[in-house]
């Protein structure tokens, strides 16, 4: 999508911190880290959110959460993180392209605020 901040920052037209990156998922530190470590997960598809998931491009949603369990790995992670995905207005999404929040390395509460 043209006009989709995610898939402007896919194609490399808007500067990004990569993580990782391979056919399906781009992986890069969130602008605004709320965590010692906070990386975005994101479909190079344009879904526009959770509720946008269907049977024929979830294979997507698997594949980011088999890859945040290899990335997950290390000091900053061994007691534990958070996935976050907002949905909606309400929820606070903020960007129209879906993404998970790995965030890792302070303590958490719940529910979340
Ligand atoms: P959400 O509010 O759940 O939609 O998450 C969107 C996230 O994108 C926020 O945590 C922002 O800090 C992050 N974000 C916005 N613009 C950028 C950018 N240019 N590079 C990296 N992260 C960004
Ligand atoms: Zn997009």
């Known amino acids: 999508m043209s006009?989709?901040?995610?898939?402007?920052?896919?194609?490399?037209?808007?500067?990004?911190?990569?993580?990782?990156?391979?056919?399906?998922?781009y992986v890069f530190e969130d602008i605004a880290p709320?965590?010692?470590?906070h990386y975005l997960f994101i479909p190079k598809e344009h879904i526009a959110s959770a509720a946008e998931v269907t049977p024929?491009?979830?294979?997507?949603?698997?594949?980011?959460?088999?890859?945040?369990?290899e990335l997950a790995k290390g000091p900053q992670f061994e007691n534990g993180y958070r996935i976050v995905s907002n949905?909606?207005?309400?929820?606070?999404?903020?960007?129209?392209?879906?993404?998970f929040?790995?965030?890792a390395g302070r303590e958490f509460t719940w529910?979340?605020?």
């Open 3 to 25: 006009d989709c901040l995610f898939c402007k920052i896919i194609a490399g037209e808007i500067p990004s911190k990569k993580v990782y990156e391979d056919d399906m998922i």
């Open 34 to 37: 709320a965590a010692p470590v």
């Open 56 to 69: 024929d491009n979830s294979a997507v949603v698997a594949h980011i959460f088999e890859k945040i369990a």
């Open 87 to 99: 949905c909606g207005d309400a929820a606070g999404q903020s960007v129209k392209h879906l993404h």
């Open 101 to 103: 929040h790995l965030l």
């Open 111 to 113: 529910p979340a605020g």
